[in-house]
């Protein structure tokens, strides 16, 4: 049990110490992500320079959208939120954090119709995570949460009148 401790403790300073190194920068995410999955640390480490959310003018039948970007850390906890709505996922995030600690974490704006915020990759770090969620808080009835596969770079959230959709973000 120590020793399988031991490993792990001395796999995240490795990972760390390369994740710093300039000369192997454009691989060490990548390494990482290994070095983490081979001592049983699940995921993917997030690289995401820019997320931009963007509401269209009448968004959200012309009412502001709360929006939450969760980062799940914890494969057990990817079914409990996959599950949920959007409008459940508003109600239930405080007892969530508090039912579920550590085992996610997640970012929150509200955004006017109309309105686009650019937000630095830096906001979200670099974690291991084994999924992200998109949660946006409608008027109308439906889901509204969406499960987010690109990890690199970044997303462009979009924001319509009655939904909204994710797609990567491509630097210029």
């Not at 399988?4 to 490795?14: G, I, P, W, Y």
């Not at 039948?61 to 057990?76: C, M, R, Y």
């Not at 119709?113 to 830096?122: H, K």
């Amino acid at each position: 049990m120590r020793r399988k401790f031991l490993l792990r403790c001395a796999a995240v300073v490795a990972a760390g110490t390369l994740a710093g190194c300039s000369t192997v920068k454009s691989v060490s995410k990548d390494v990482v992500s290994k070095a983490l999955n081979f001592v049983g640390l699940k995921g993917t480490i997030l690289n995401w320079t820019q997320v931009v959310i963007a509401a269209t003018p009448g968004a959200n039948q012309n009412s502001p959208v709360a929006v939450d970007i969760v980062l799940v850390i914890e494969e057990s906890t990817m079914e409990k939120l996959a599950a949920l709505s959007a409008a459940k996922w508003f109600q239930t995030r405080s007892d969530m954090l508090r039912t579920f600690p550590g085992t996610y974490s997640y970012k929150s704006w509200e955004v006017s119709p109309g309105q686009t915020l650019r937000i630095p990759g830096a906001q979200f770090g670099s974690p291991s995570v084994v999924g992200v969620f998109v949660f946006a808080d409608y008027l109308s009835p439906g889901e509204h949460r969406m499960r987010v596969e690109t990890l690199q770079n970044g997303i462009i959230v979009e924001l319509g009148v009655r939904g909204f959709s994710v797609s990567p973000f491509k630097a210029d």
